[in-house]
């Protein structure tokens, strides 16, 4: 592989793991959208790559799928969502911005460390590519656990996706069964969770998942 | 494509899902639901006779036909059973015809999820049907719309959808780690290729590989720090779906396992998967026991007892040998009968009394007899008492135990004496005494009830030779 493809595969996985950090601190659901928007359209675009550098024309599928469906289709619809509902602005954060920025540069650092370490039998560009999506992984791990606003929590649940198919595409030559089906479960999960979404606003006029904890099995 | 058993294993379910869909009317489509999952059994029990042969997506062996005959015979007596609660339920006003209809489709398609995870010989395959199975519980979880459920739901949801992420991350690892080897391609995934070449593979990829592995599956199978969902989702849901969950779901995560720990035990490199399961295994036992003592509801309660059950039967594939491998399996198959048969009685019981609360229930026995010395059958039964047949697995666990880690069967032995004191404190207080709380009555299915009872009993008393033959050979393919 020529030096340029590496770098411009790194560059992209790269983006993708500083979108990531970008997600972590917004308090705004909207601006949240715009920057999910951002980090899908990204892994389009590292997908497209990586099927133009394996010579694997059927990742363009998944490329295709990441650019319409998840940075097109879900932003908006979640922007309708949260229009509708009218709670743009409440993002309520558990742990403080700079503390979940130094968690998020740990994990990076500890997944660095991890996968560095164990694949150095693998080609440059897929141990590189596991790397990041470890990272992306668990980036998107501690926003779910970092918020507790409902919309919030499923964006990082959608950029955790994110970087799973970012490992599946640097997995040179992954049958398409997975991908396909990532696509799909992403599709079906937001199905679950967009009537959730509904019914969580309907019983319980907020979409905070703190007031779910109230009702909590045993303290009735 | 020809018709096997396999394809009936697979394609009943599906047709069954598909129609229970469109059809209206409660008492047909409950009946559909029996017949299907009866059909389903007779499929899954032919592969016994004729087996097809082993494709790329698909396998059986010795291995998976066990658990999905359990599966699907399981899956045939809770559609039973779930045929009187889901009447109830409609004349109660708690579900309404649209939601039944949905209900029984889910069923079929949970069904359906959990065959195809069984006899998937391609890992990512797997993957898949082990998540649909967790999405369609998760929906029906959330069926009642109550605050509890929809909680309850998005608890599962979330914690569900993290751990199978972790799984597939780890599947990808996995790929990784056969392409080298392998090659590229189907062949990478295919579950009988790997384990051929497994040897070859790099042993510290492989390792991150299990660890994700195992924090996802472990997930689903409910193991301790992972398992915050579990009580949630058994006691807020339908009780059919908790005897479906406690007695199938759990296991099918946990095989996903134990054909990712038959890999790494080709490997010399890798780590011994044994090690780590033998700990999460004790800390589920220890953790749950503790919990069972401050249980206010019912289902709840016995929802800490399939953390435990889970937790002994991971500590016995753990320790691995014929004869602890033995007893986990045996263990497993009482444990499955068991604990449906407990709900089914909780079931039943919970309609009658119109609550779960442990509070509200009181001298069972006295207000109704059939039920509440059934569901006394049942604990005793799930305490691991003789004659019956968890007493057998579990003196099998730790007979086995001791020979080799006497210190870990202490652990385990206090464990399950603690976790037996939790739960006849809170029997006692259930279907003994002044009866309490409101009387209501119920038309009760008993027959799936007692099938299950009268099964474990058995086991207790006999074991046939045919079936100790079957579980050595099975345990003998784990390794």
Redesign the interface.
């Known amino acids: 592989m020529s030096r340029i493809d590496f770098d411009i595969a790194h560059l992209l996985a790269g983006t993708l793991v500083l979108i990531s950090f970008l997600e972590l601190y917004q308090d705004r659901l909207y601006a949240l959208l715009n920057v999910y928007a951002a980090h899908a359209f990204v892994l389009a675009a590292s997908v497209a790559w990586q099927a133009f550098v394996q010579d694997a024309p059927h990742l363009y599928v998944t490329a295709v799928i990441a650019l319409l469906f998840k940075a097109i289709a879900i932003p908006v619809t979640l922007h309708r969502i949260i229009a509708k509902l009218g709670i743009h602005r409440e993002i309520e954060k558990v742990v403080g911005v700079g503390s979940t920025m130094l968690a998020g540069i740990g994990l990076v650092a500890l997944s660095m460390v991890?996968?560095l370490?164990?694949?150095h039998?693998?080609d440059p560009l897929?141990r590189e590519d596991?790397a990041f999506?470890?990272s992306v992984?668990l980036l998107g791990?501690l926003m779910?656990v970092t918020r507790r606003n409902?919309v919030s929590?499923v964006v990082g649940?959608m950029s955790?996706?994110n970087g799973?198919v970012l490992?599946?595409t640097g997995?040179?030559?992954?049958?398409l069964?997975?991908e396909i089906?990532?696509a799909f479960?992403i599709l079906?999960?937001f199905i679950?969770?967009g009537i959730?979404l509904f019914?969580?606003r309907e019983?319980?006029d907020t979409v905070d998942?703190q007031a779910?904890?109230?009702?909590?099995?045993?303290r009735? | 494509m020809t018709v096997d058993a396999l394809t009936g294993v697979l394609a009943i379910p599906a047709i069954a899902a598909a129609l229970l869909a469109v059809l209206p009317g409660y008492r047909l489509t409950a009946r559909i639901n029996i017949a299907a999952s009866g059909l389903t059994l007779i499929c899954a029990l032919s592969l016994f006779v004729r087996r097809p042969a082993t494709g790329a997506y698909l396998l059986v062996d010795d291995l998976n036909a066990t658990f999905v005959v359990l599966t699907t015979f399981v899956g045939f007596t809770t559609s039973i059973f779930s045929a009187s609660y889901i009447g109830h339920e409609l004349e109660s006003g708690r579900l309404t015809p649209p939601f039944v209809r949905f209900y029984h489709a889910m069923y079929q398609v949970l069904m359906f999820g959990m065959n195809l995870a069984l006899i998937a010989n391609n890992i990512g395959l797997m993957w898949v049907a082990i998540e649909m199975a967790t999405l369609t519980t998760v929906l029906m979880v959330g069926i009642y719309r109550t605050h509890e459920a929809l909680e309850a739901a998005w608890k599962y949801f979330i914690l569900g959808s993290v751990g199978i992420a972790l799984a597939l991350f780890g599947t990808i690892l996995v790929y990784m780690a056969a392409r080298p080897v392998v090659g590229e391609g189907l062949d990478a995934m295919v579950w009988t290729v790997l384990v051929q070449r497994a040897s070859a593979f790099d042993p510290a990829l492989l390792d991150v590989a299990f660890v994700f592995l195992l924090l996802g599956y472990g997930t689903k199978v409910g193991l301790a720090p992972l398992h915050a969902w579990l009580p949630d989702a058994h006691a807020e849901g339908p009780t059919p779906i908790s005897a479906v969950l406690s007695g199938l779901l759990l296991n099918v995560a946990l095989y996903a396992l134990l054909r990712f720990k038959m890999l790494l035990a080709v490997n010399t490199g890798a780590l011994a998967p044994g090690p780590l399961m033998v700990t999460l295994g004790l800390i589920s036992l220890v953790f749950a026991v503790f919990m069972l003592y401050r249980r206010r509801d019912i289902k709840r309660m016995f929802a800490y007892s399939s953390i435990e059950h889970m937790g002994i039967i991971t500590f016995a594939f753990g320790m691995g040998g014929p004869l602890a491998n033995f007893a986990g399996l045996l263990h497993m198959t009482m444990h499955s009968l068991t604990k449906s048969a407990i709900f089914f009685a909780v079931g039943h019981v919970a309609q009658a009394k119109g609550t779960q609360r442990i509070a509200d229930m009181g001298g069972l026995t006295e207000t109704h007899p059939m039920l509440g010395w059934s569901l006394v059958l049942g604990v005793v039964a799930i305490a691991g008492l003789p004659p019956l047949g968890i007493f057998m697995s579990e003196f099998l666990v730790v007979s086995s135990t001791f020979a080799r880690a006497p210190l870990l069967a202490l652990v385990l032995v206090f464990g399950i004496l603690v976790g037996v004191a939790a739960l006849f404190l809170r029997l006692n207080s259930i279907a003994f005494g002044q009866p309490r709380g409101p009387v209501g009555k119920t038309e009760a299915s008993y027959v799936p009830m007692f099938a299950h009872l009268a099964l474990v009993l058995g086991a207790g008393i006999y074991l046939p030779p045919a079936l100790v033959a079957w579980f050595q050979n099975v345990a003998g393919l784990l390794g």
């Open positions: 991890v996968m370490r164990v694949t039998g693998a897929a596991l999506a470890l992984v791990l779910m409902a929590q649940f955790l996706e799973l490992a599946a997995a040179k030559g992954m049958p069964v997975v089906s990532v479960s079906i999960a679950v969770i959730f019914r969580i019983r319980f998942v779910l904890d109230r009702y909590r099995g045993e009735r």
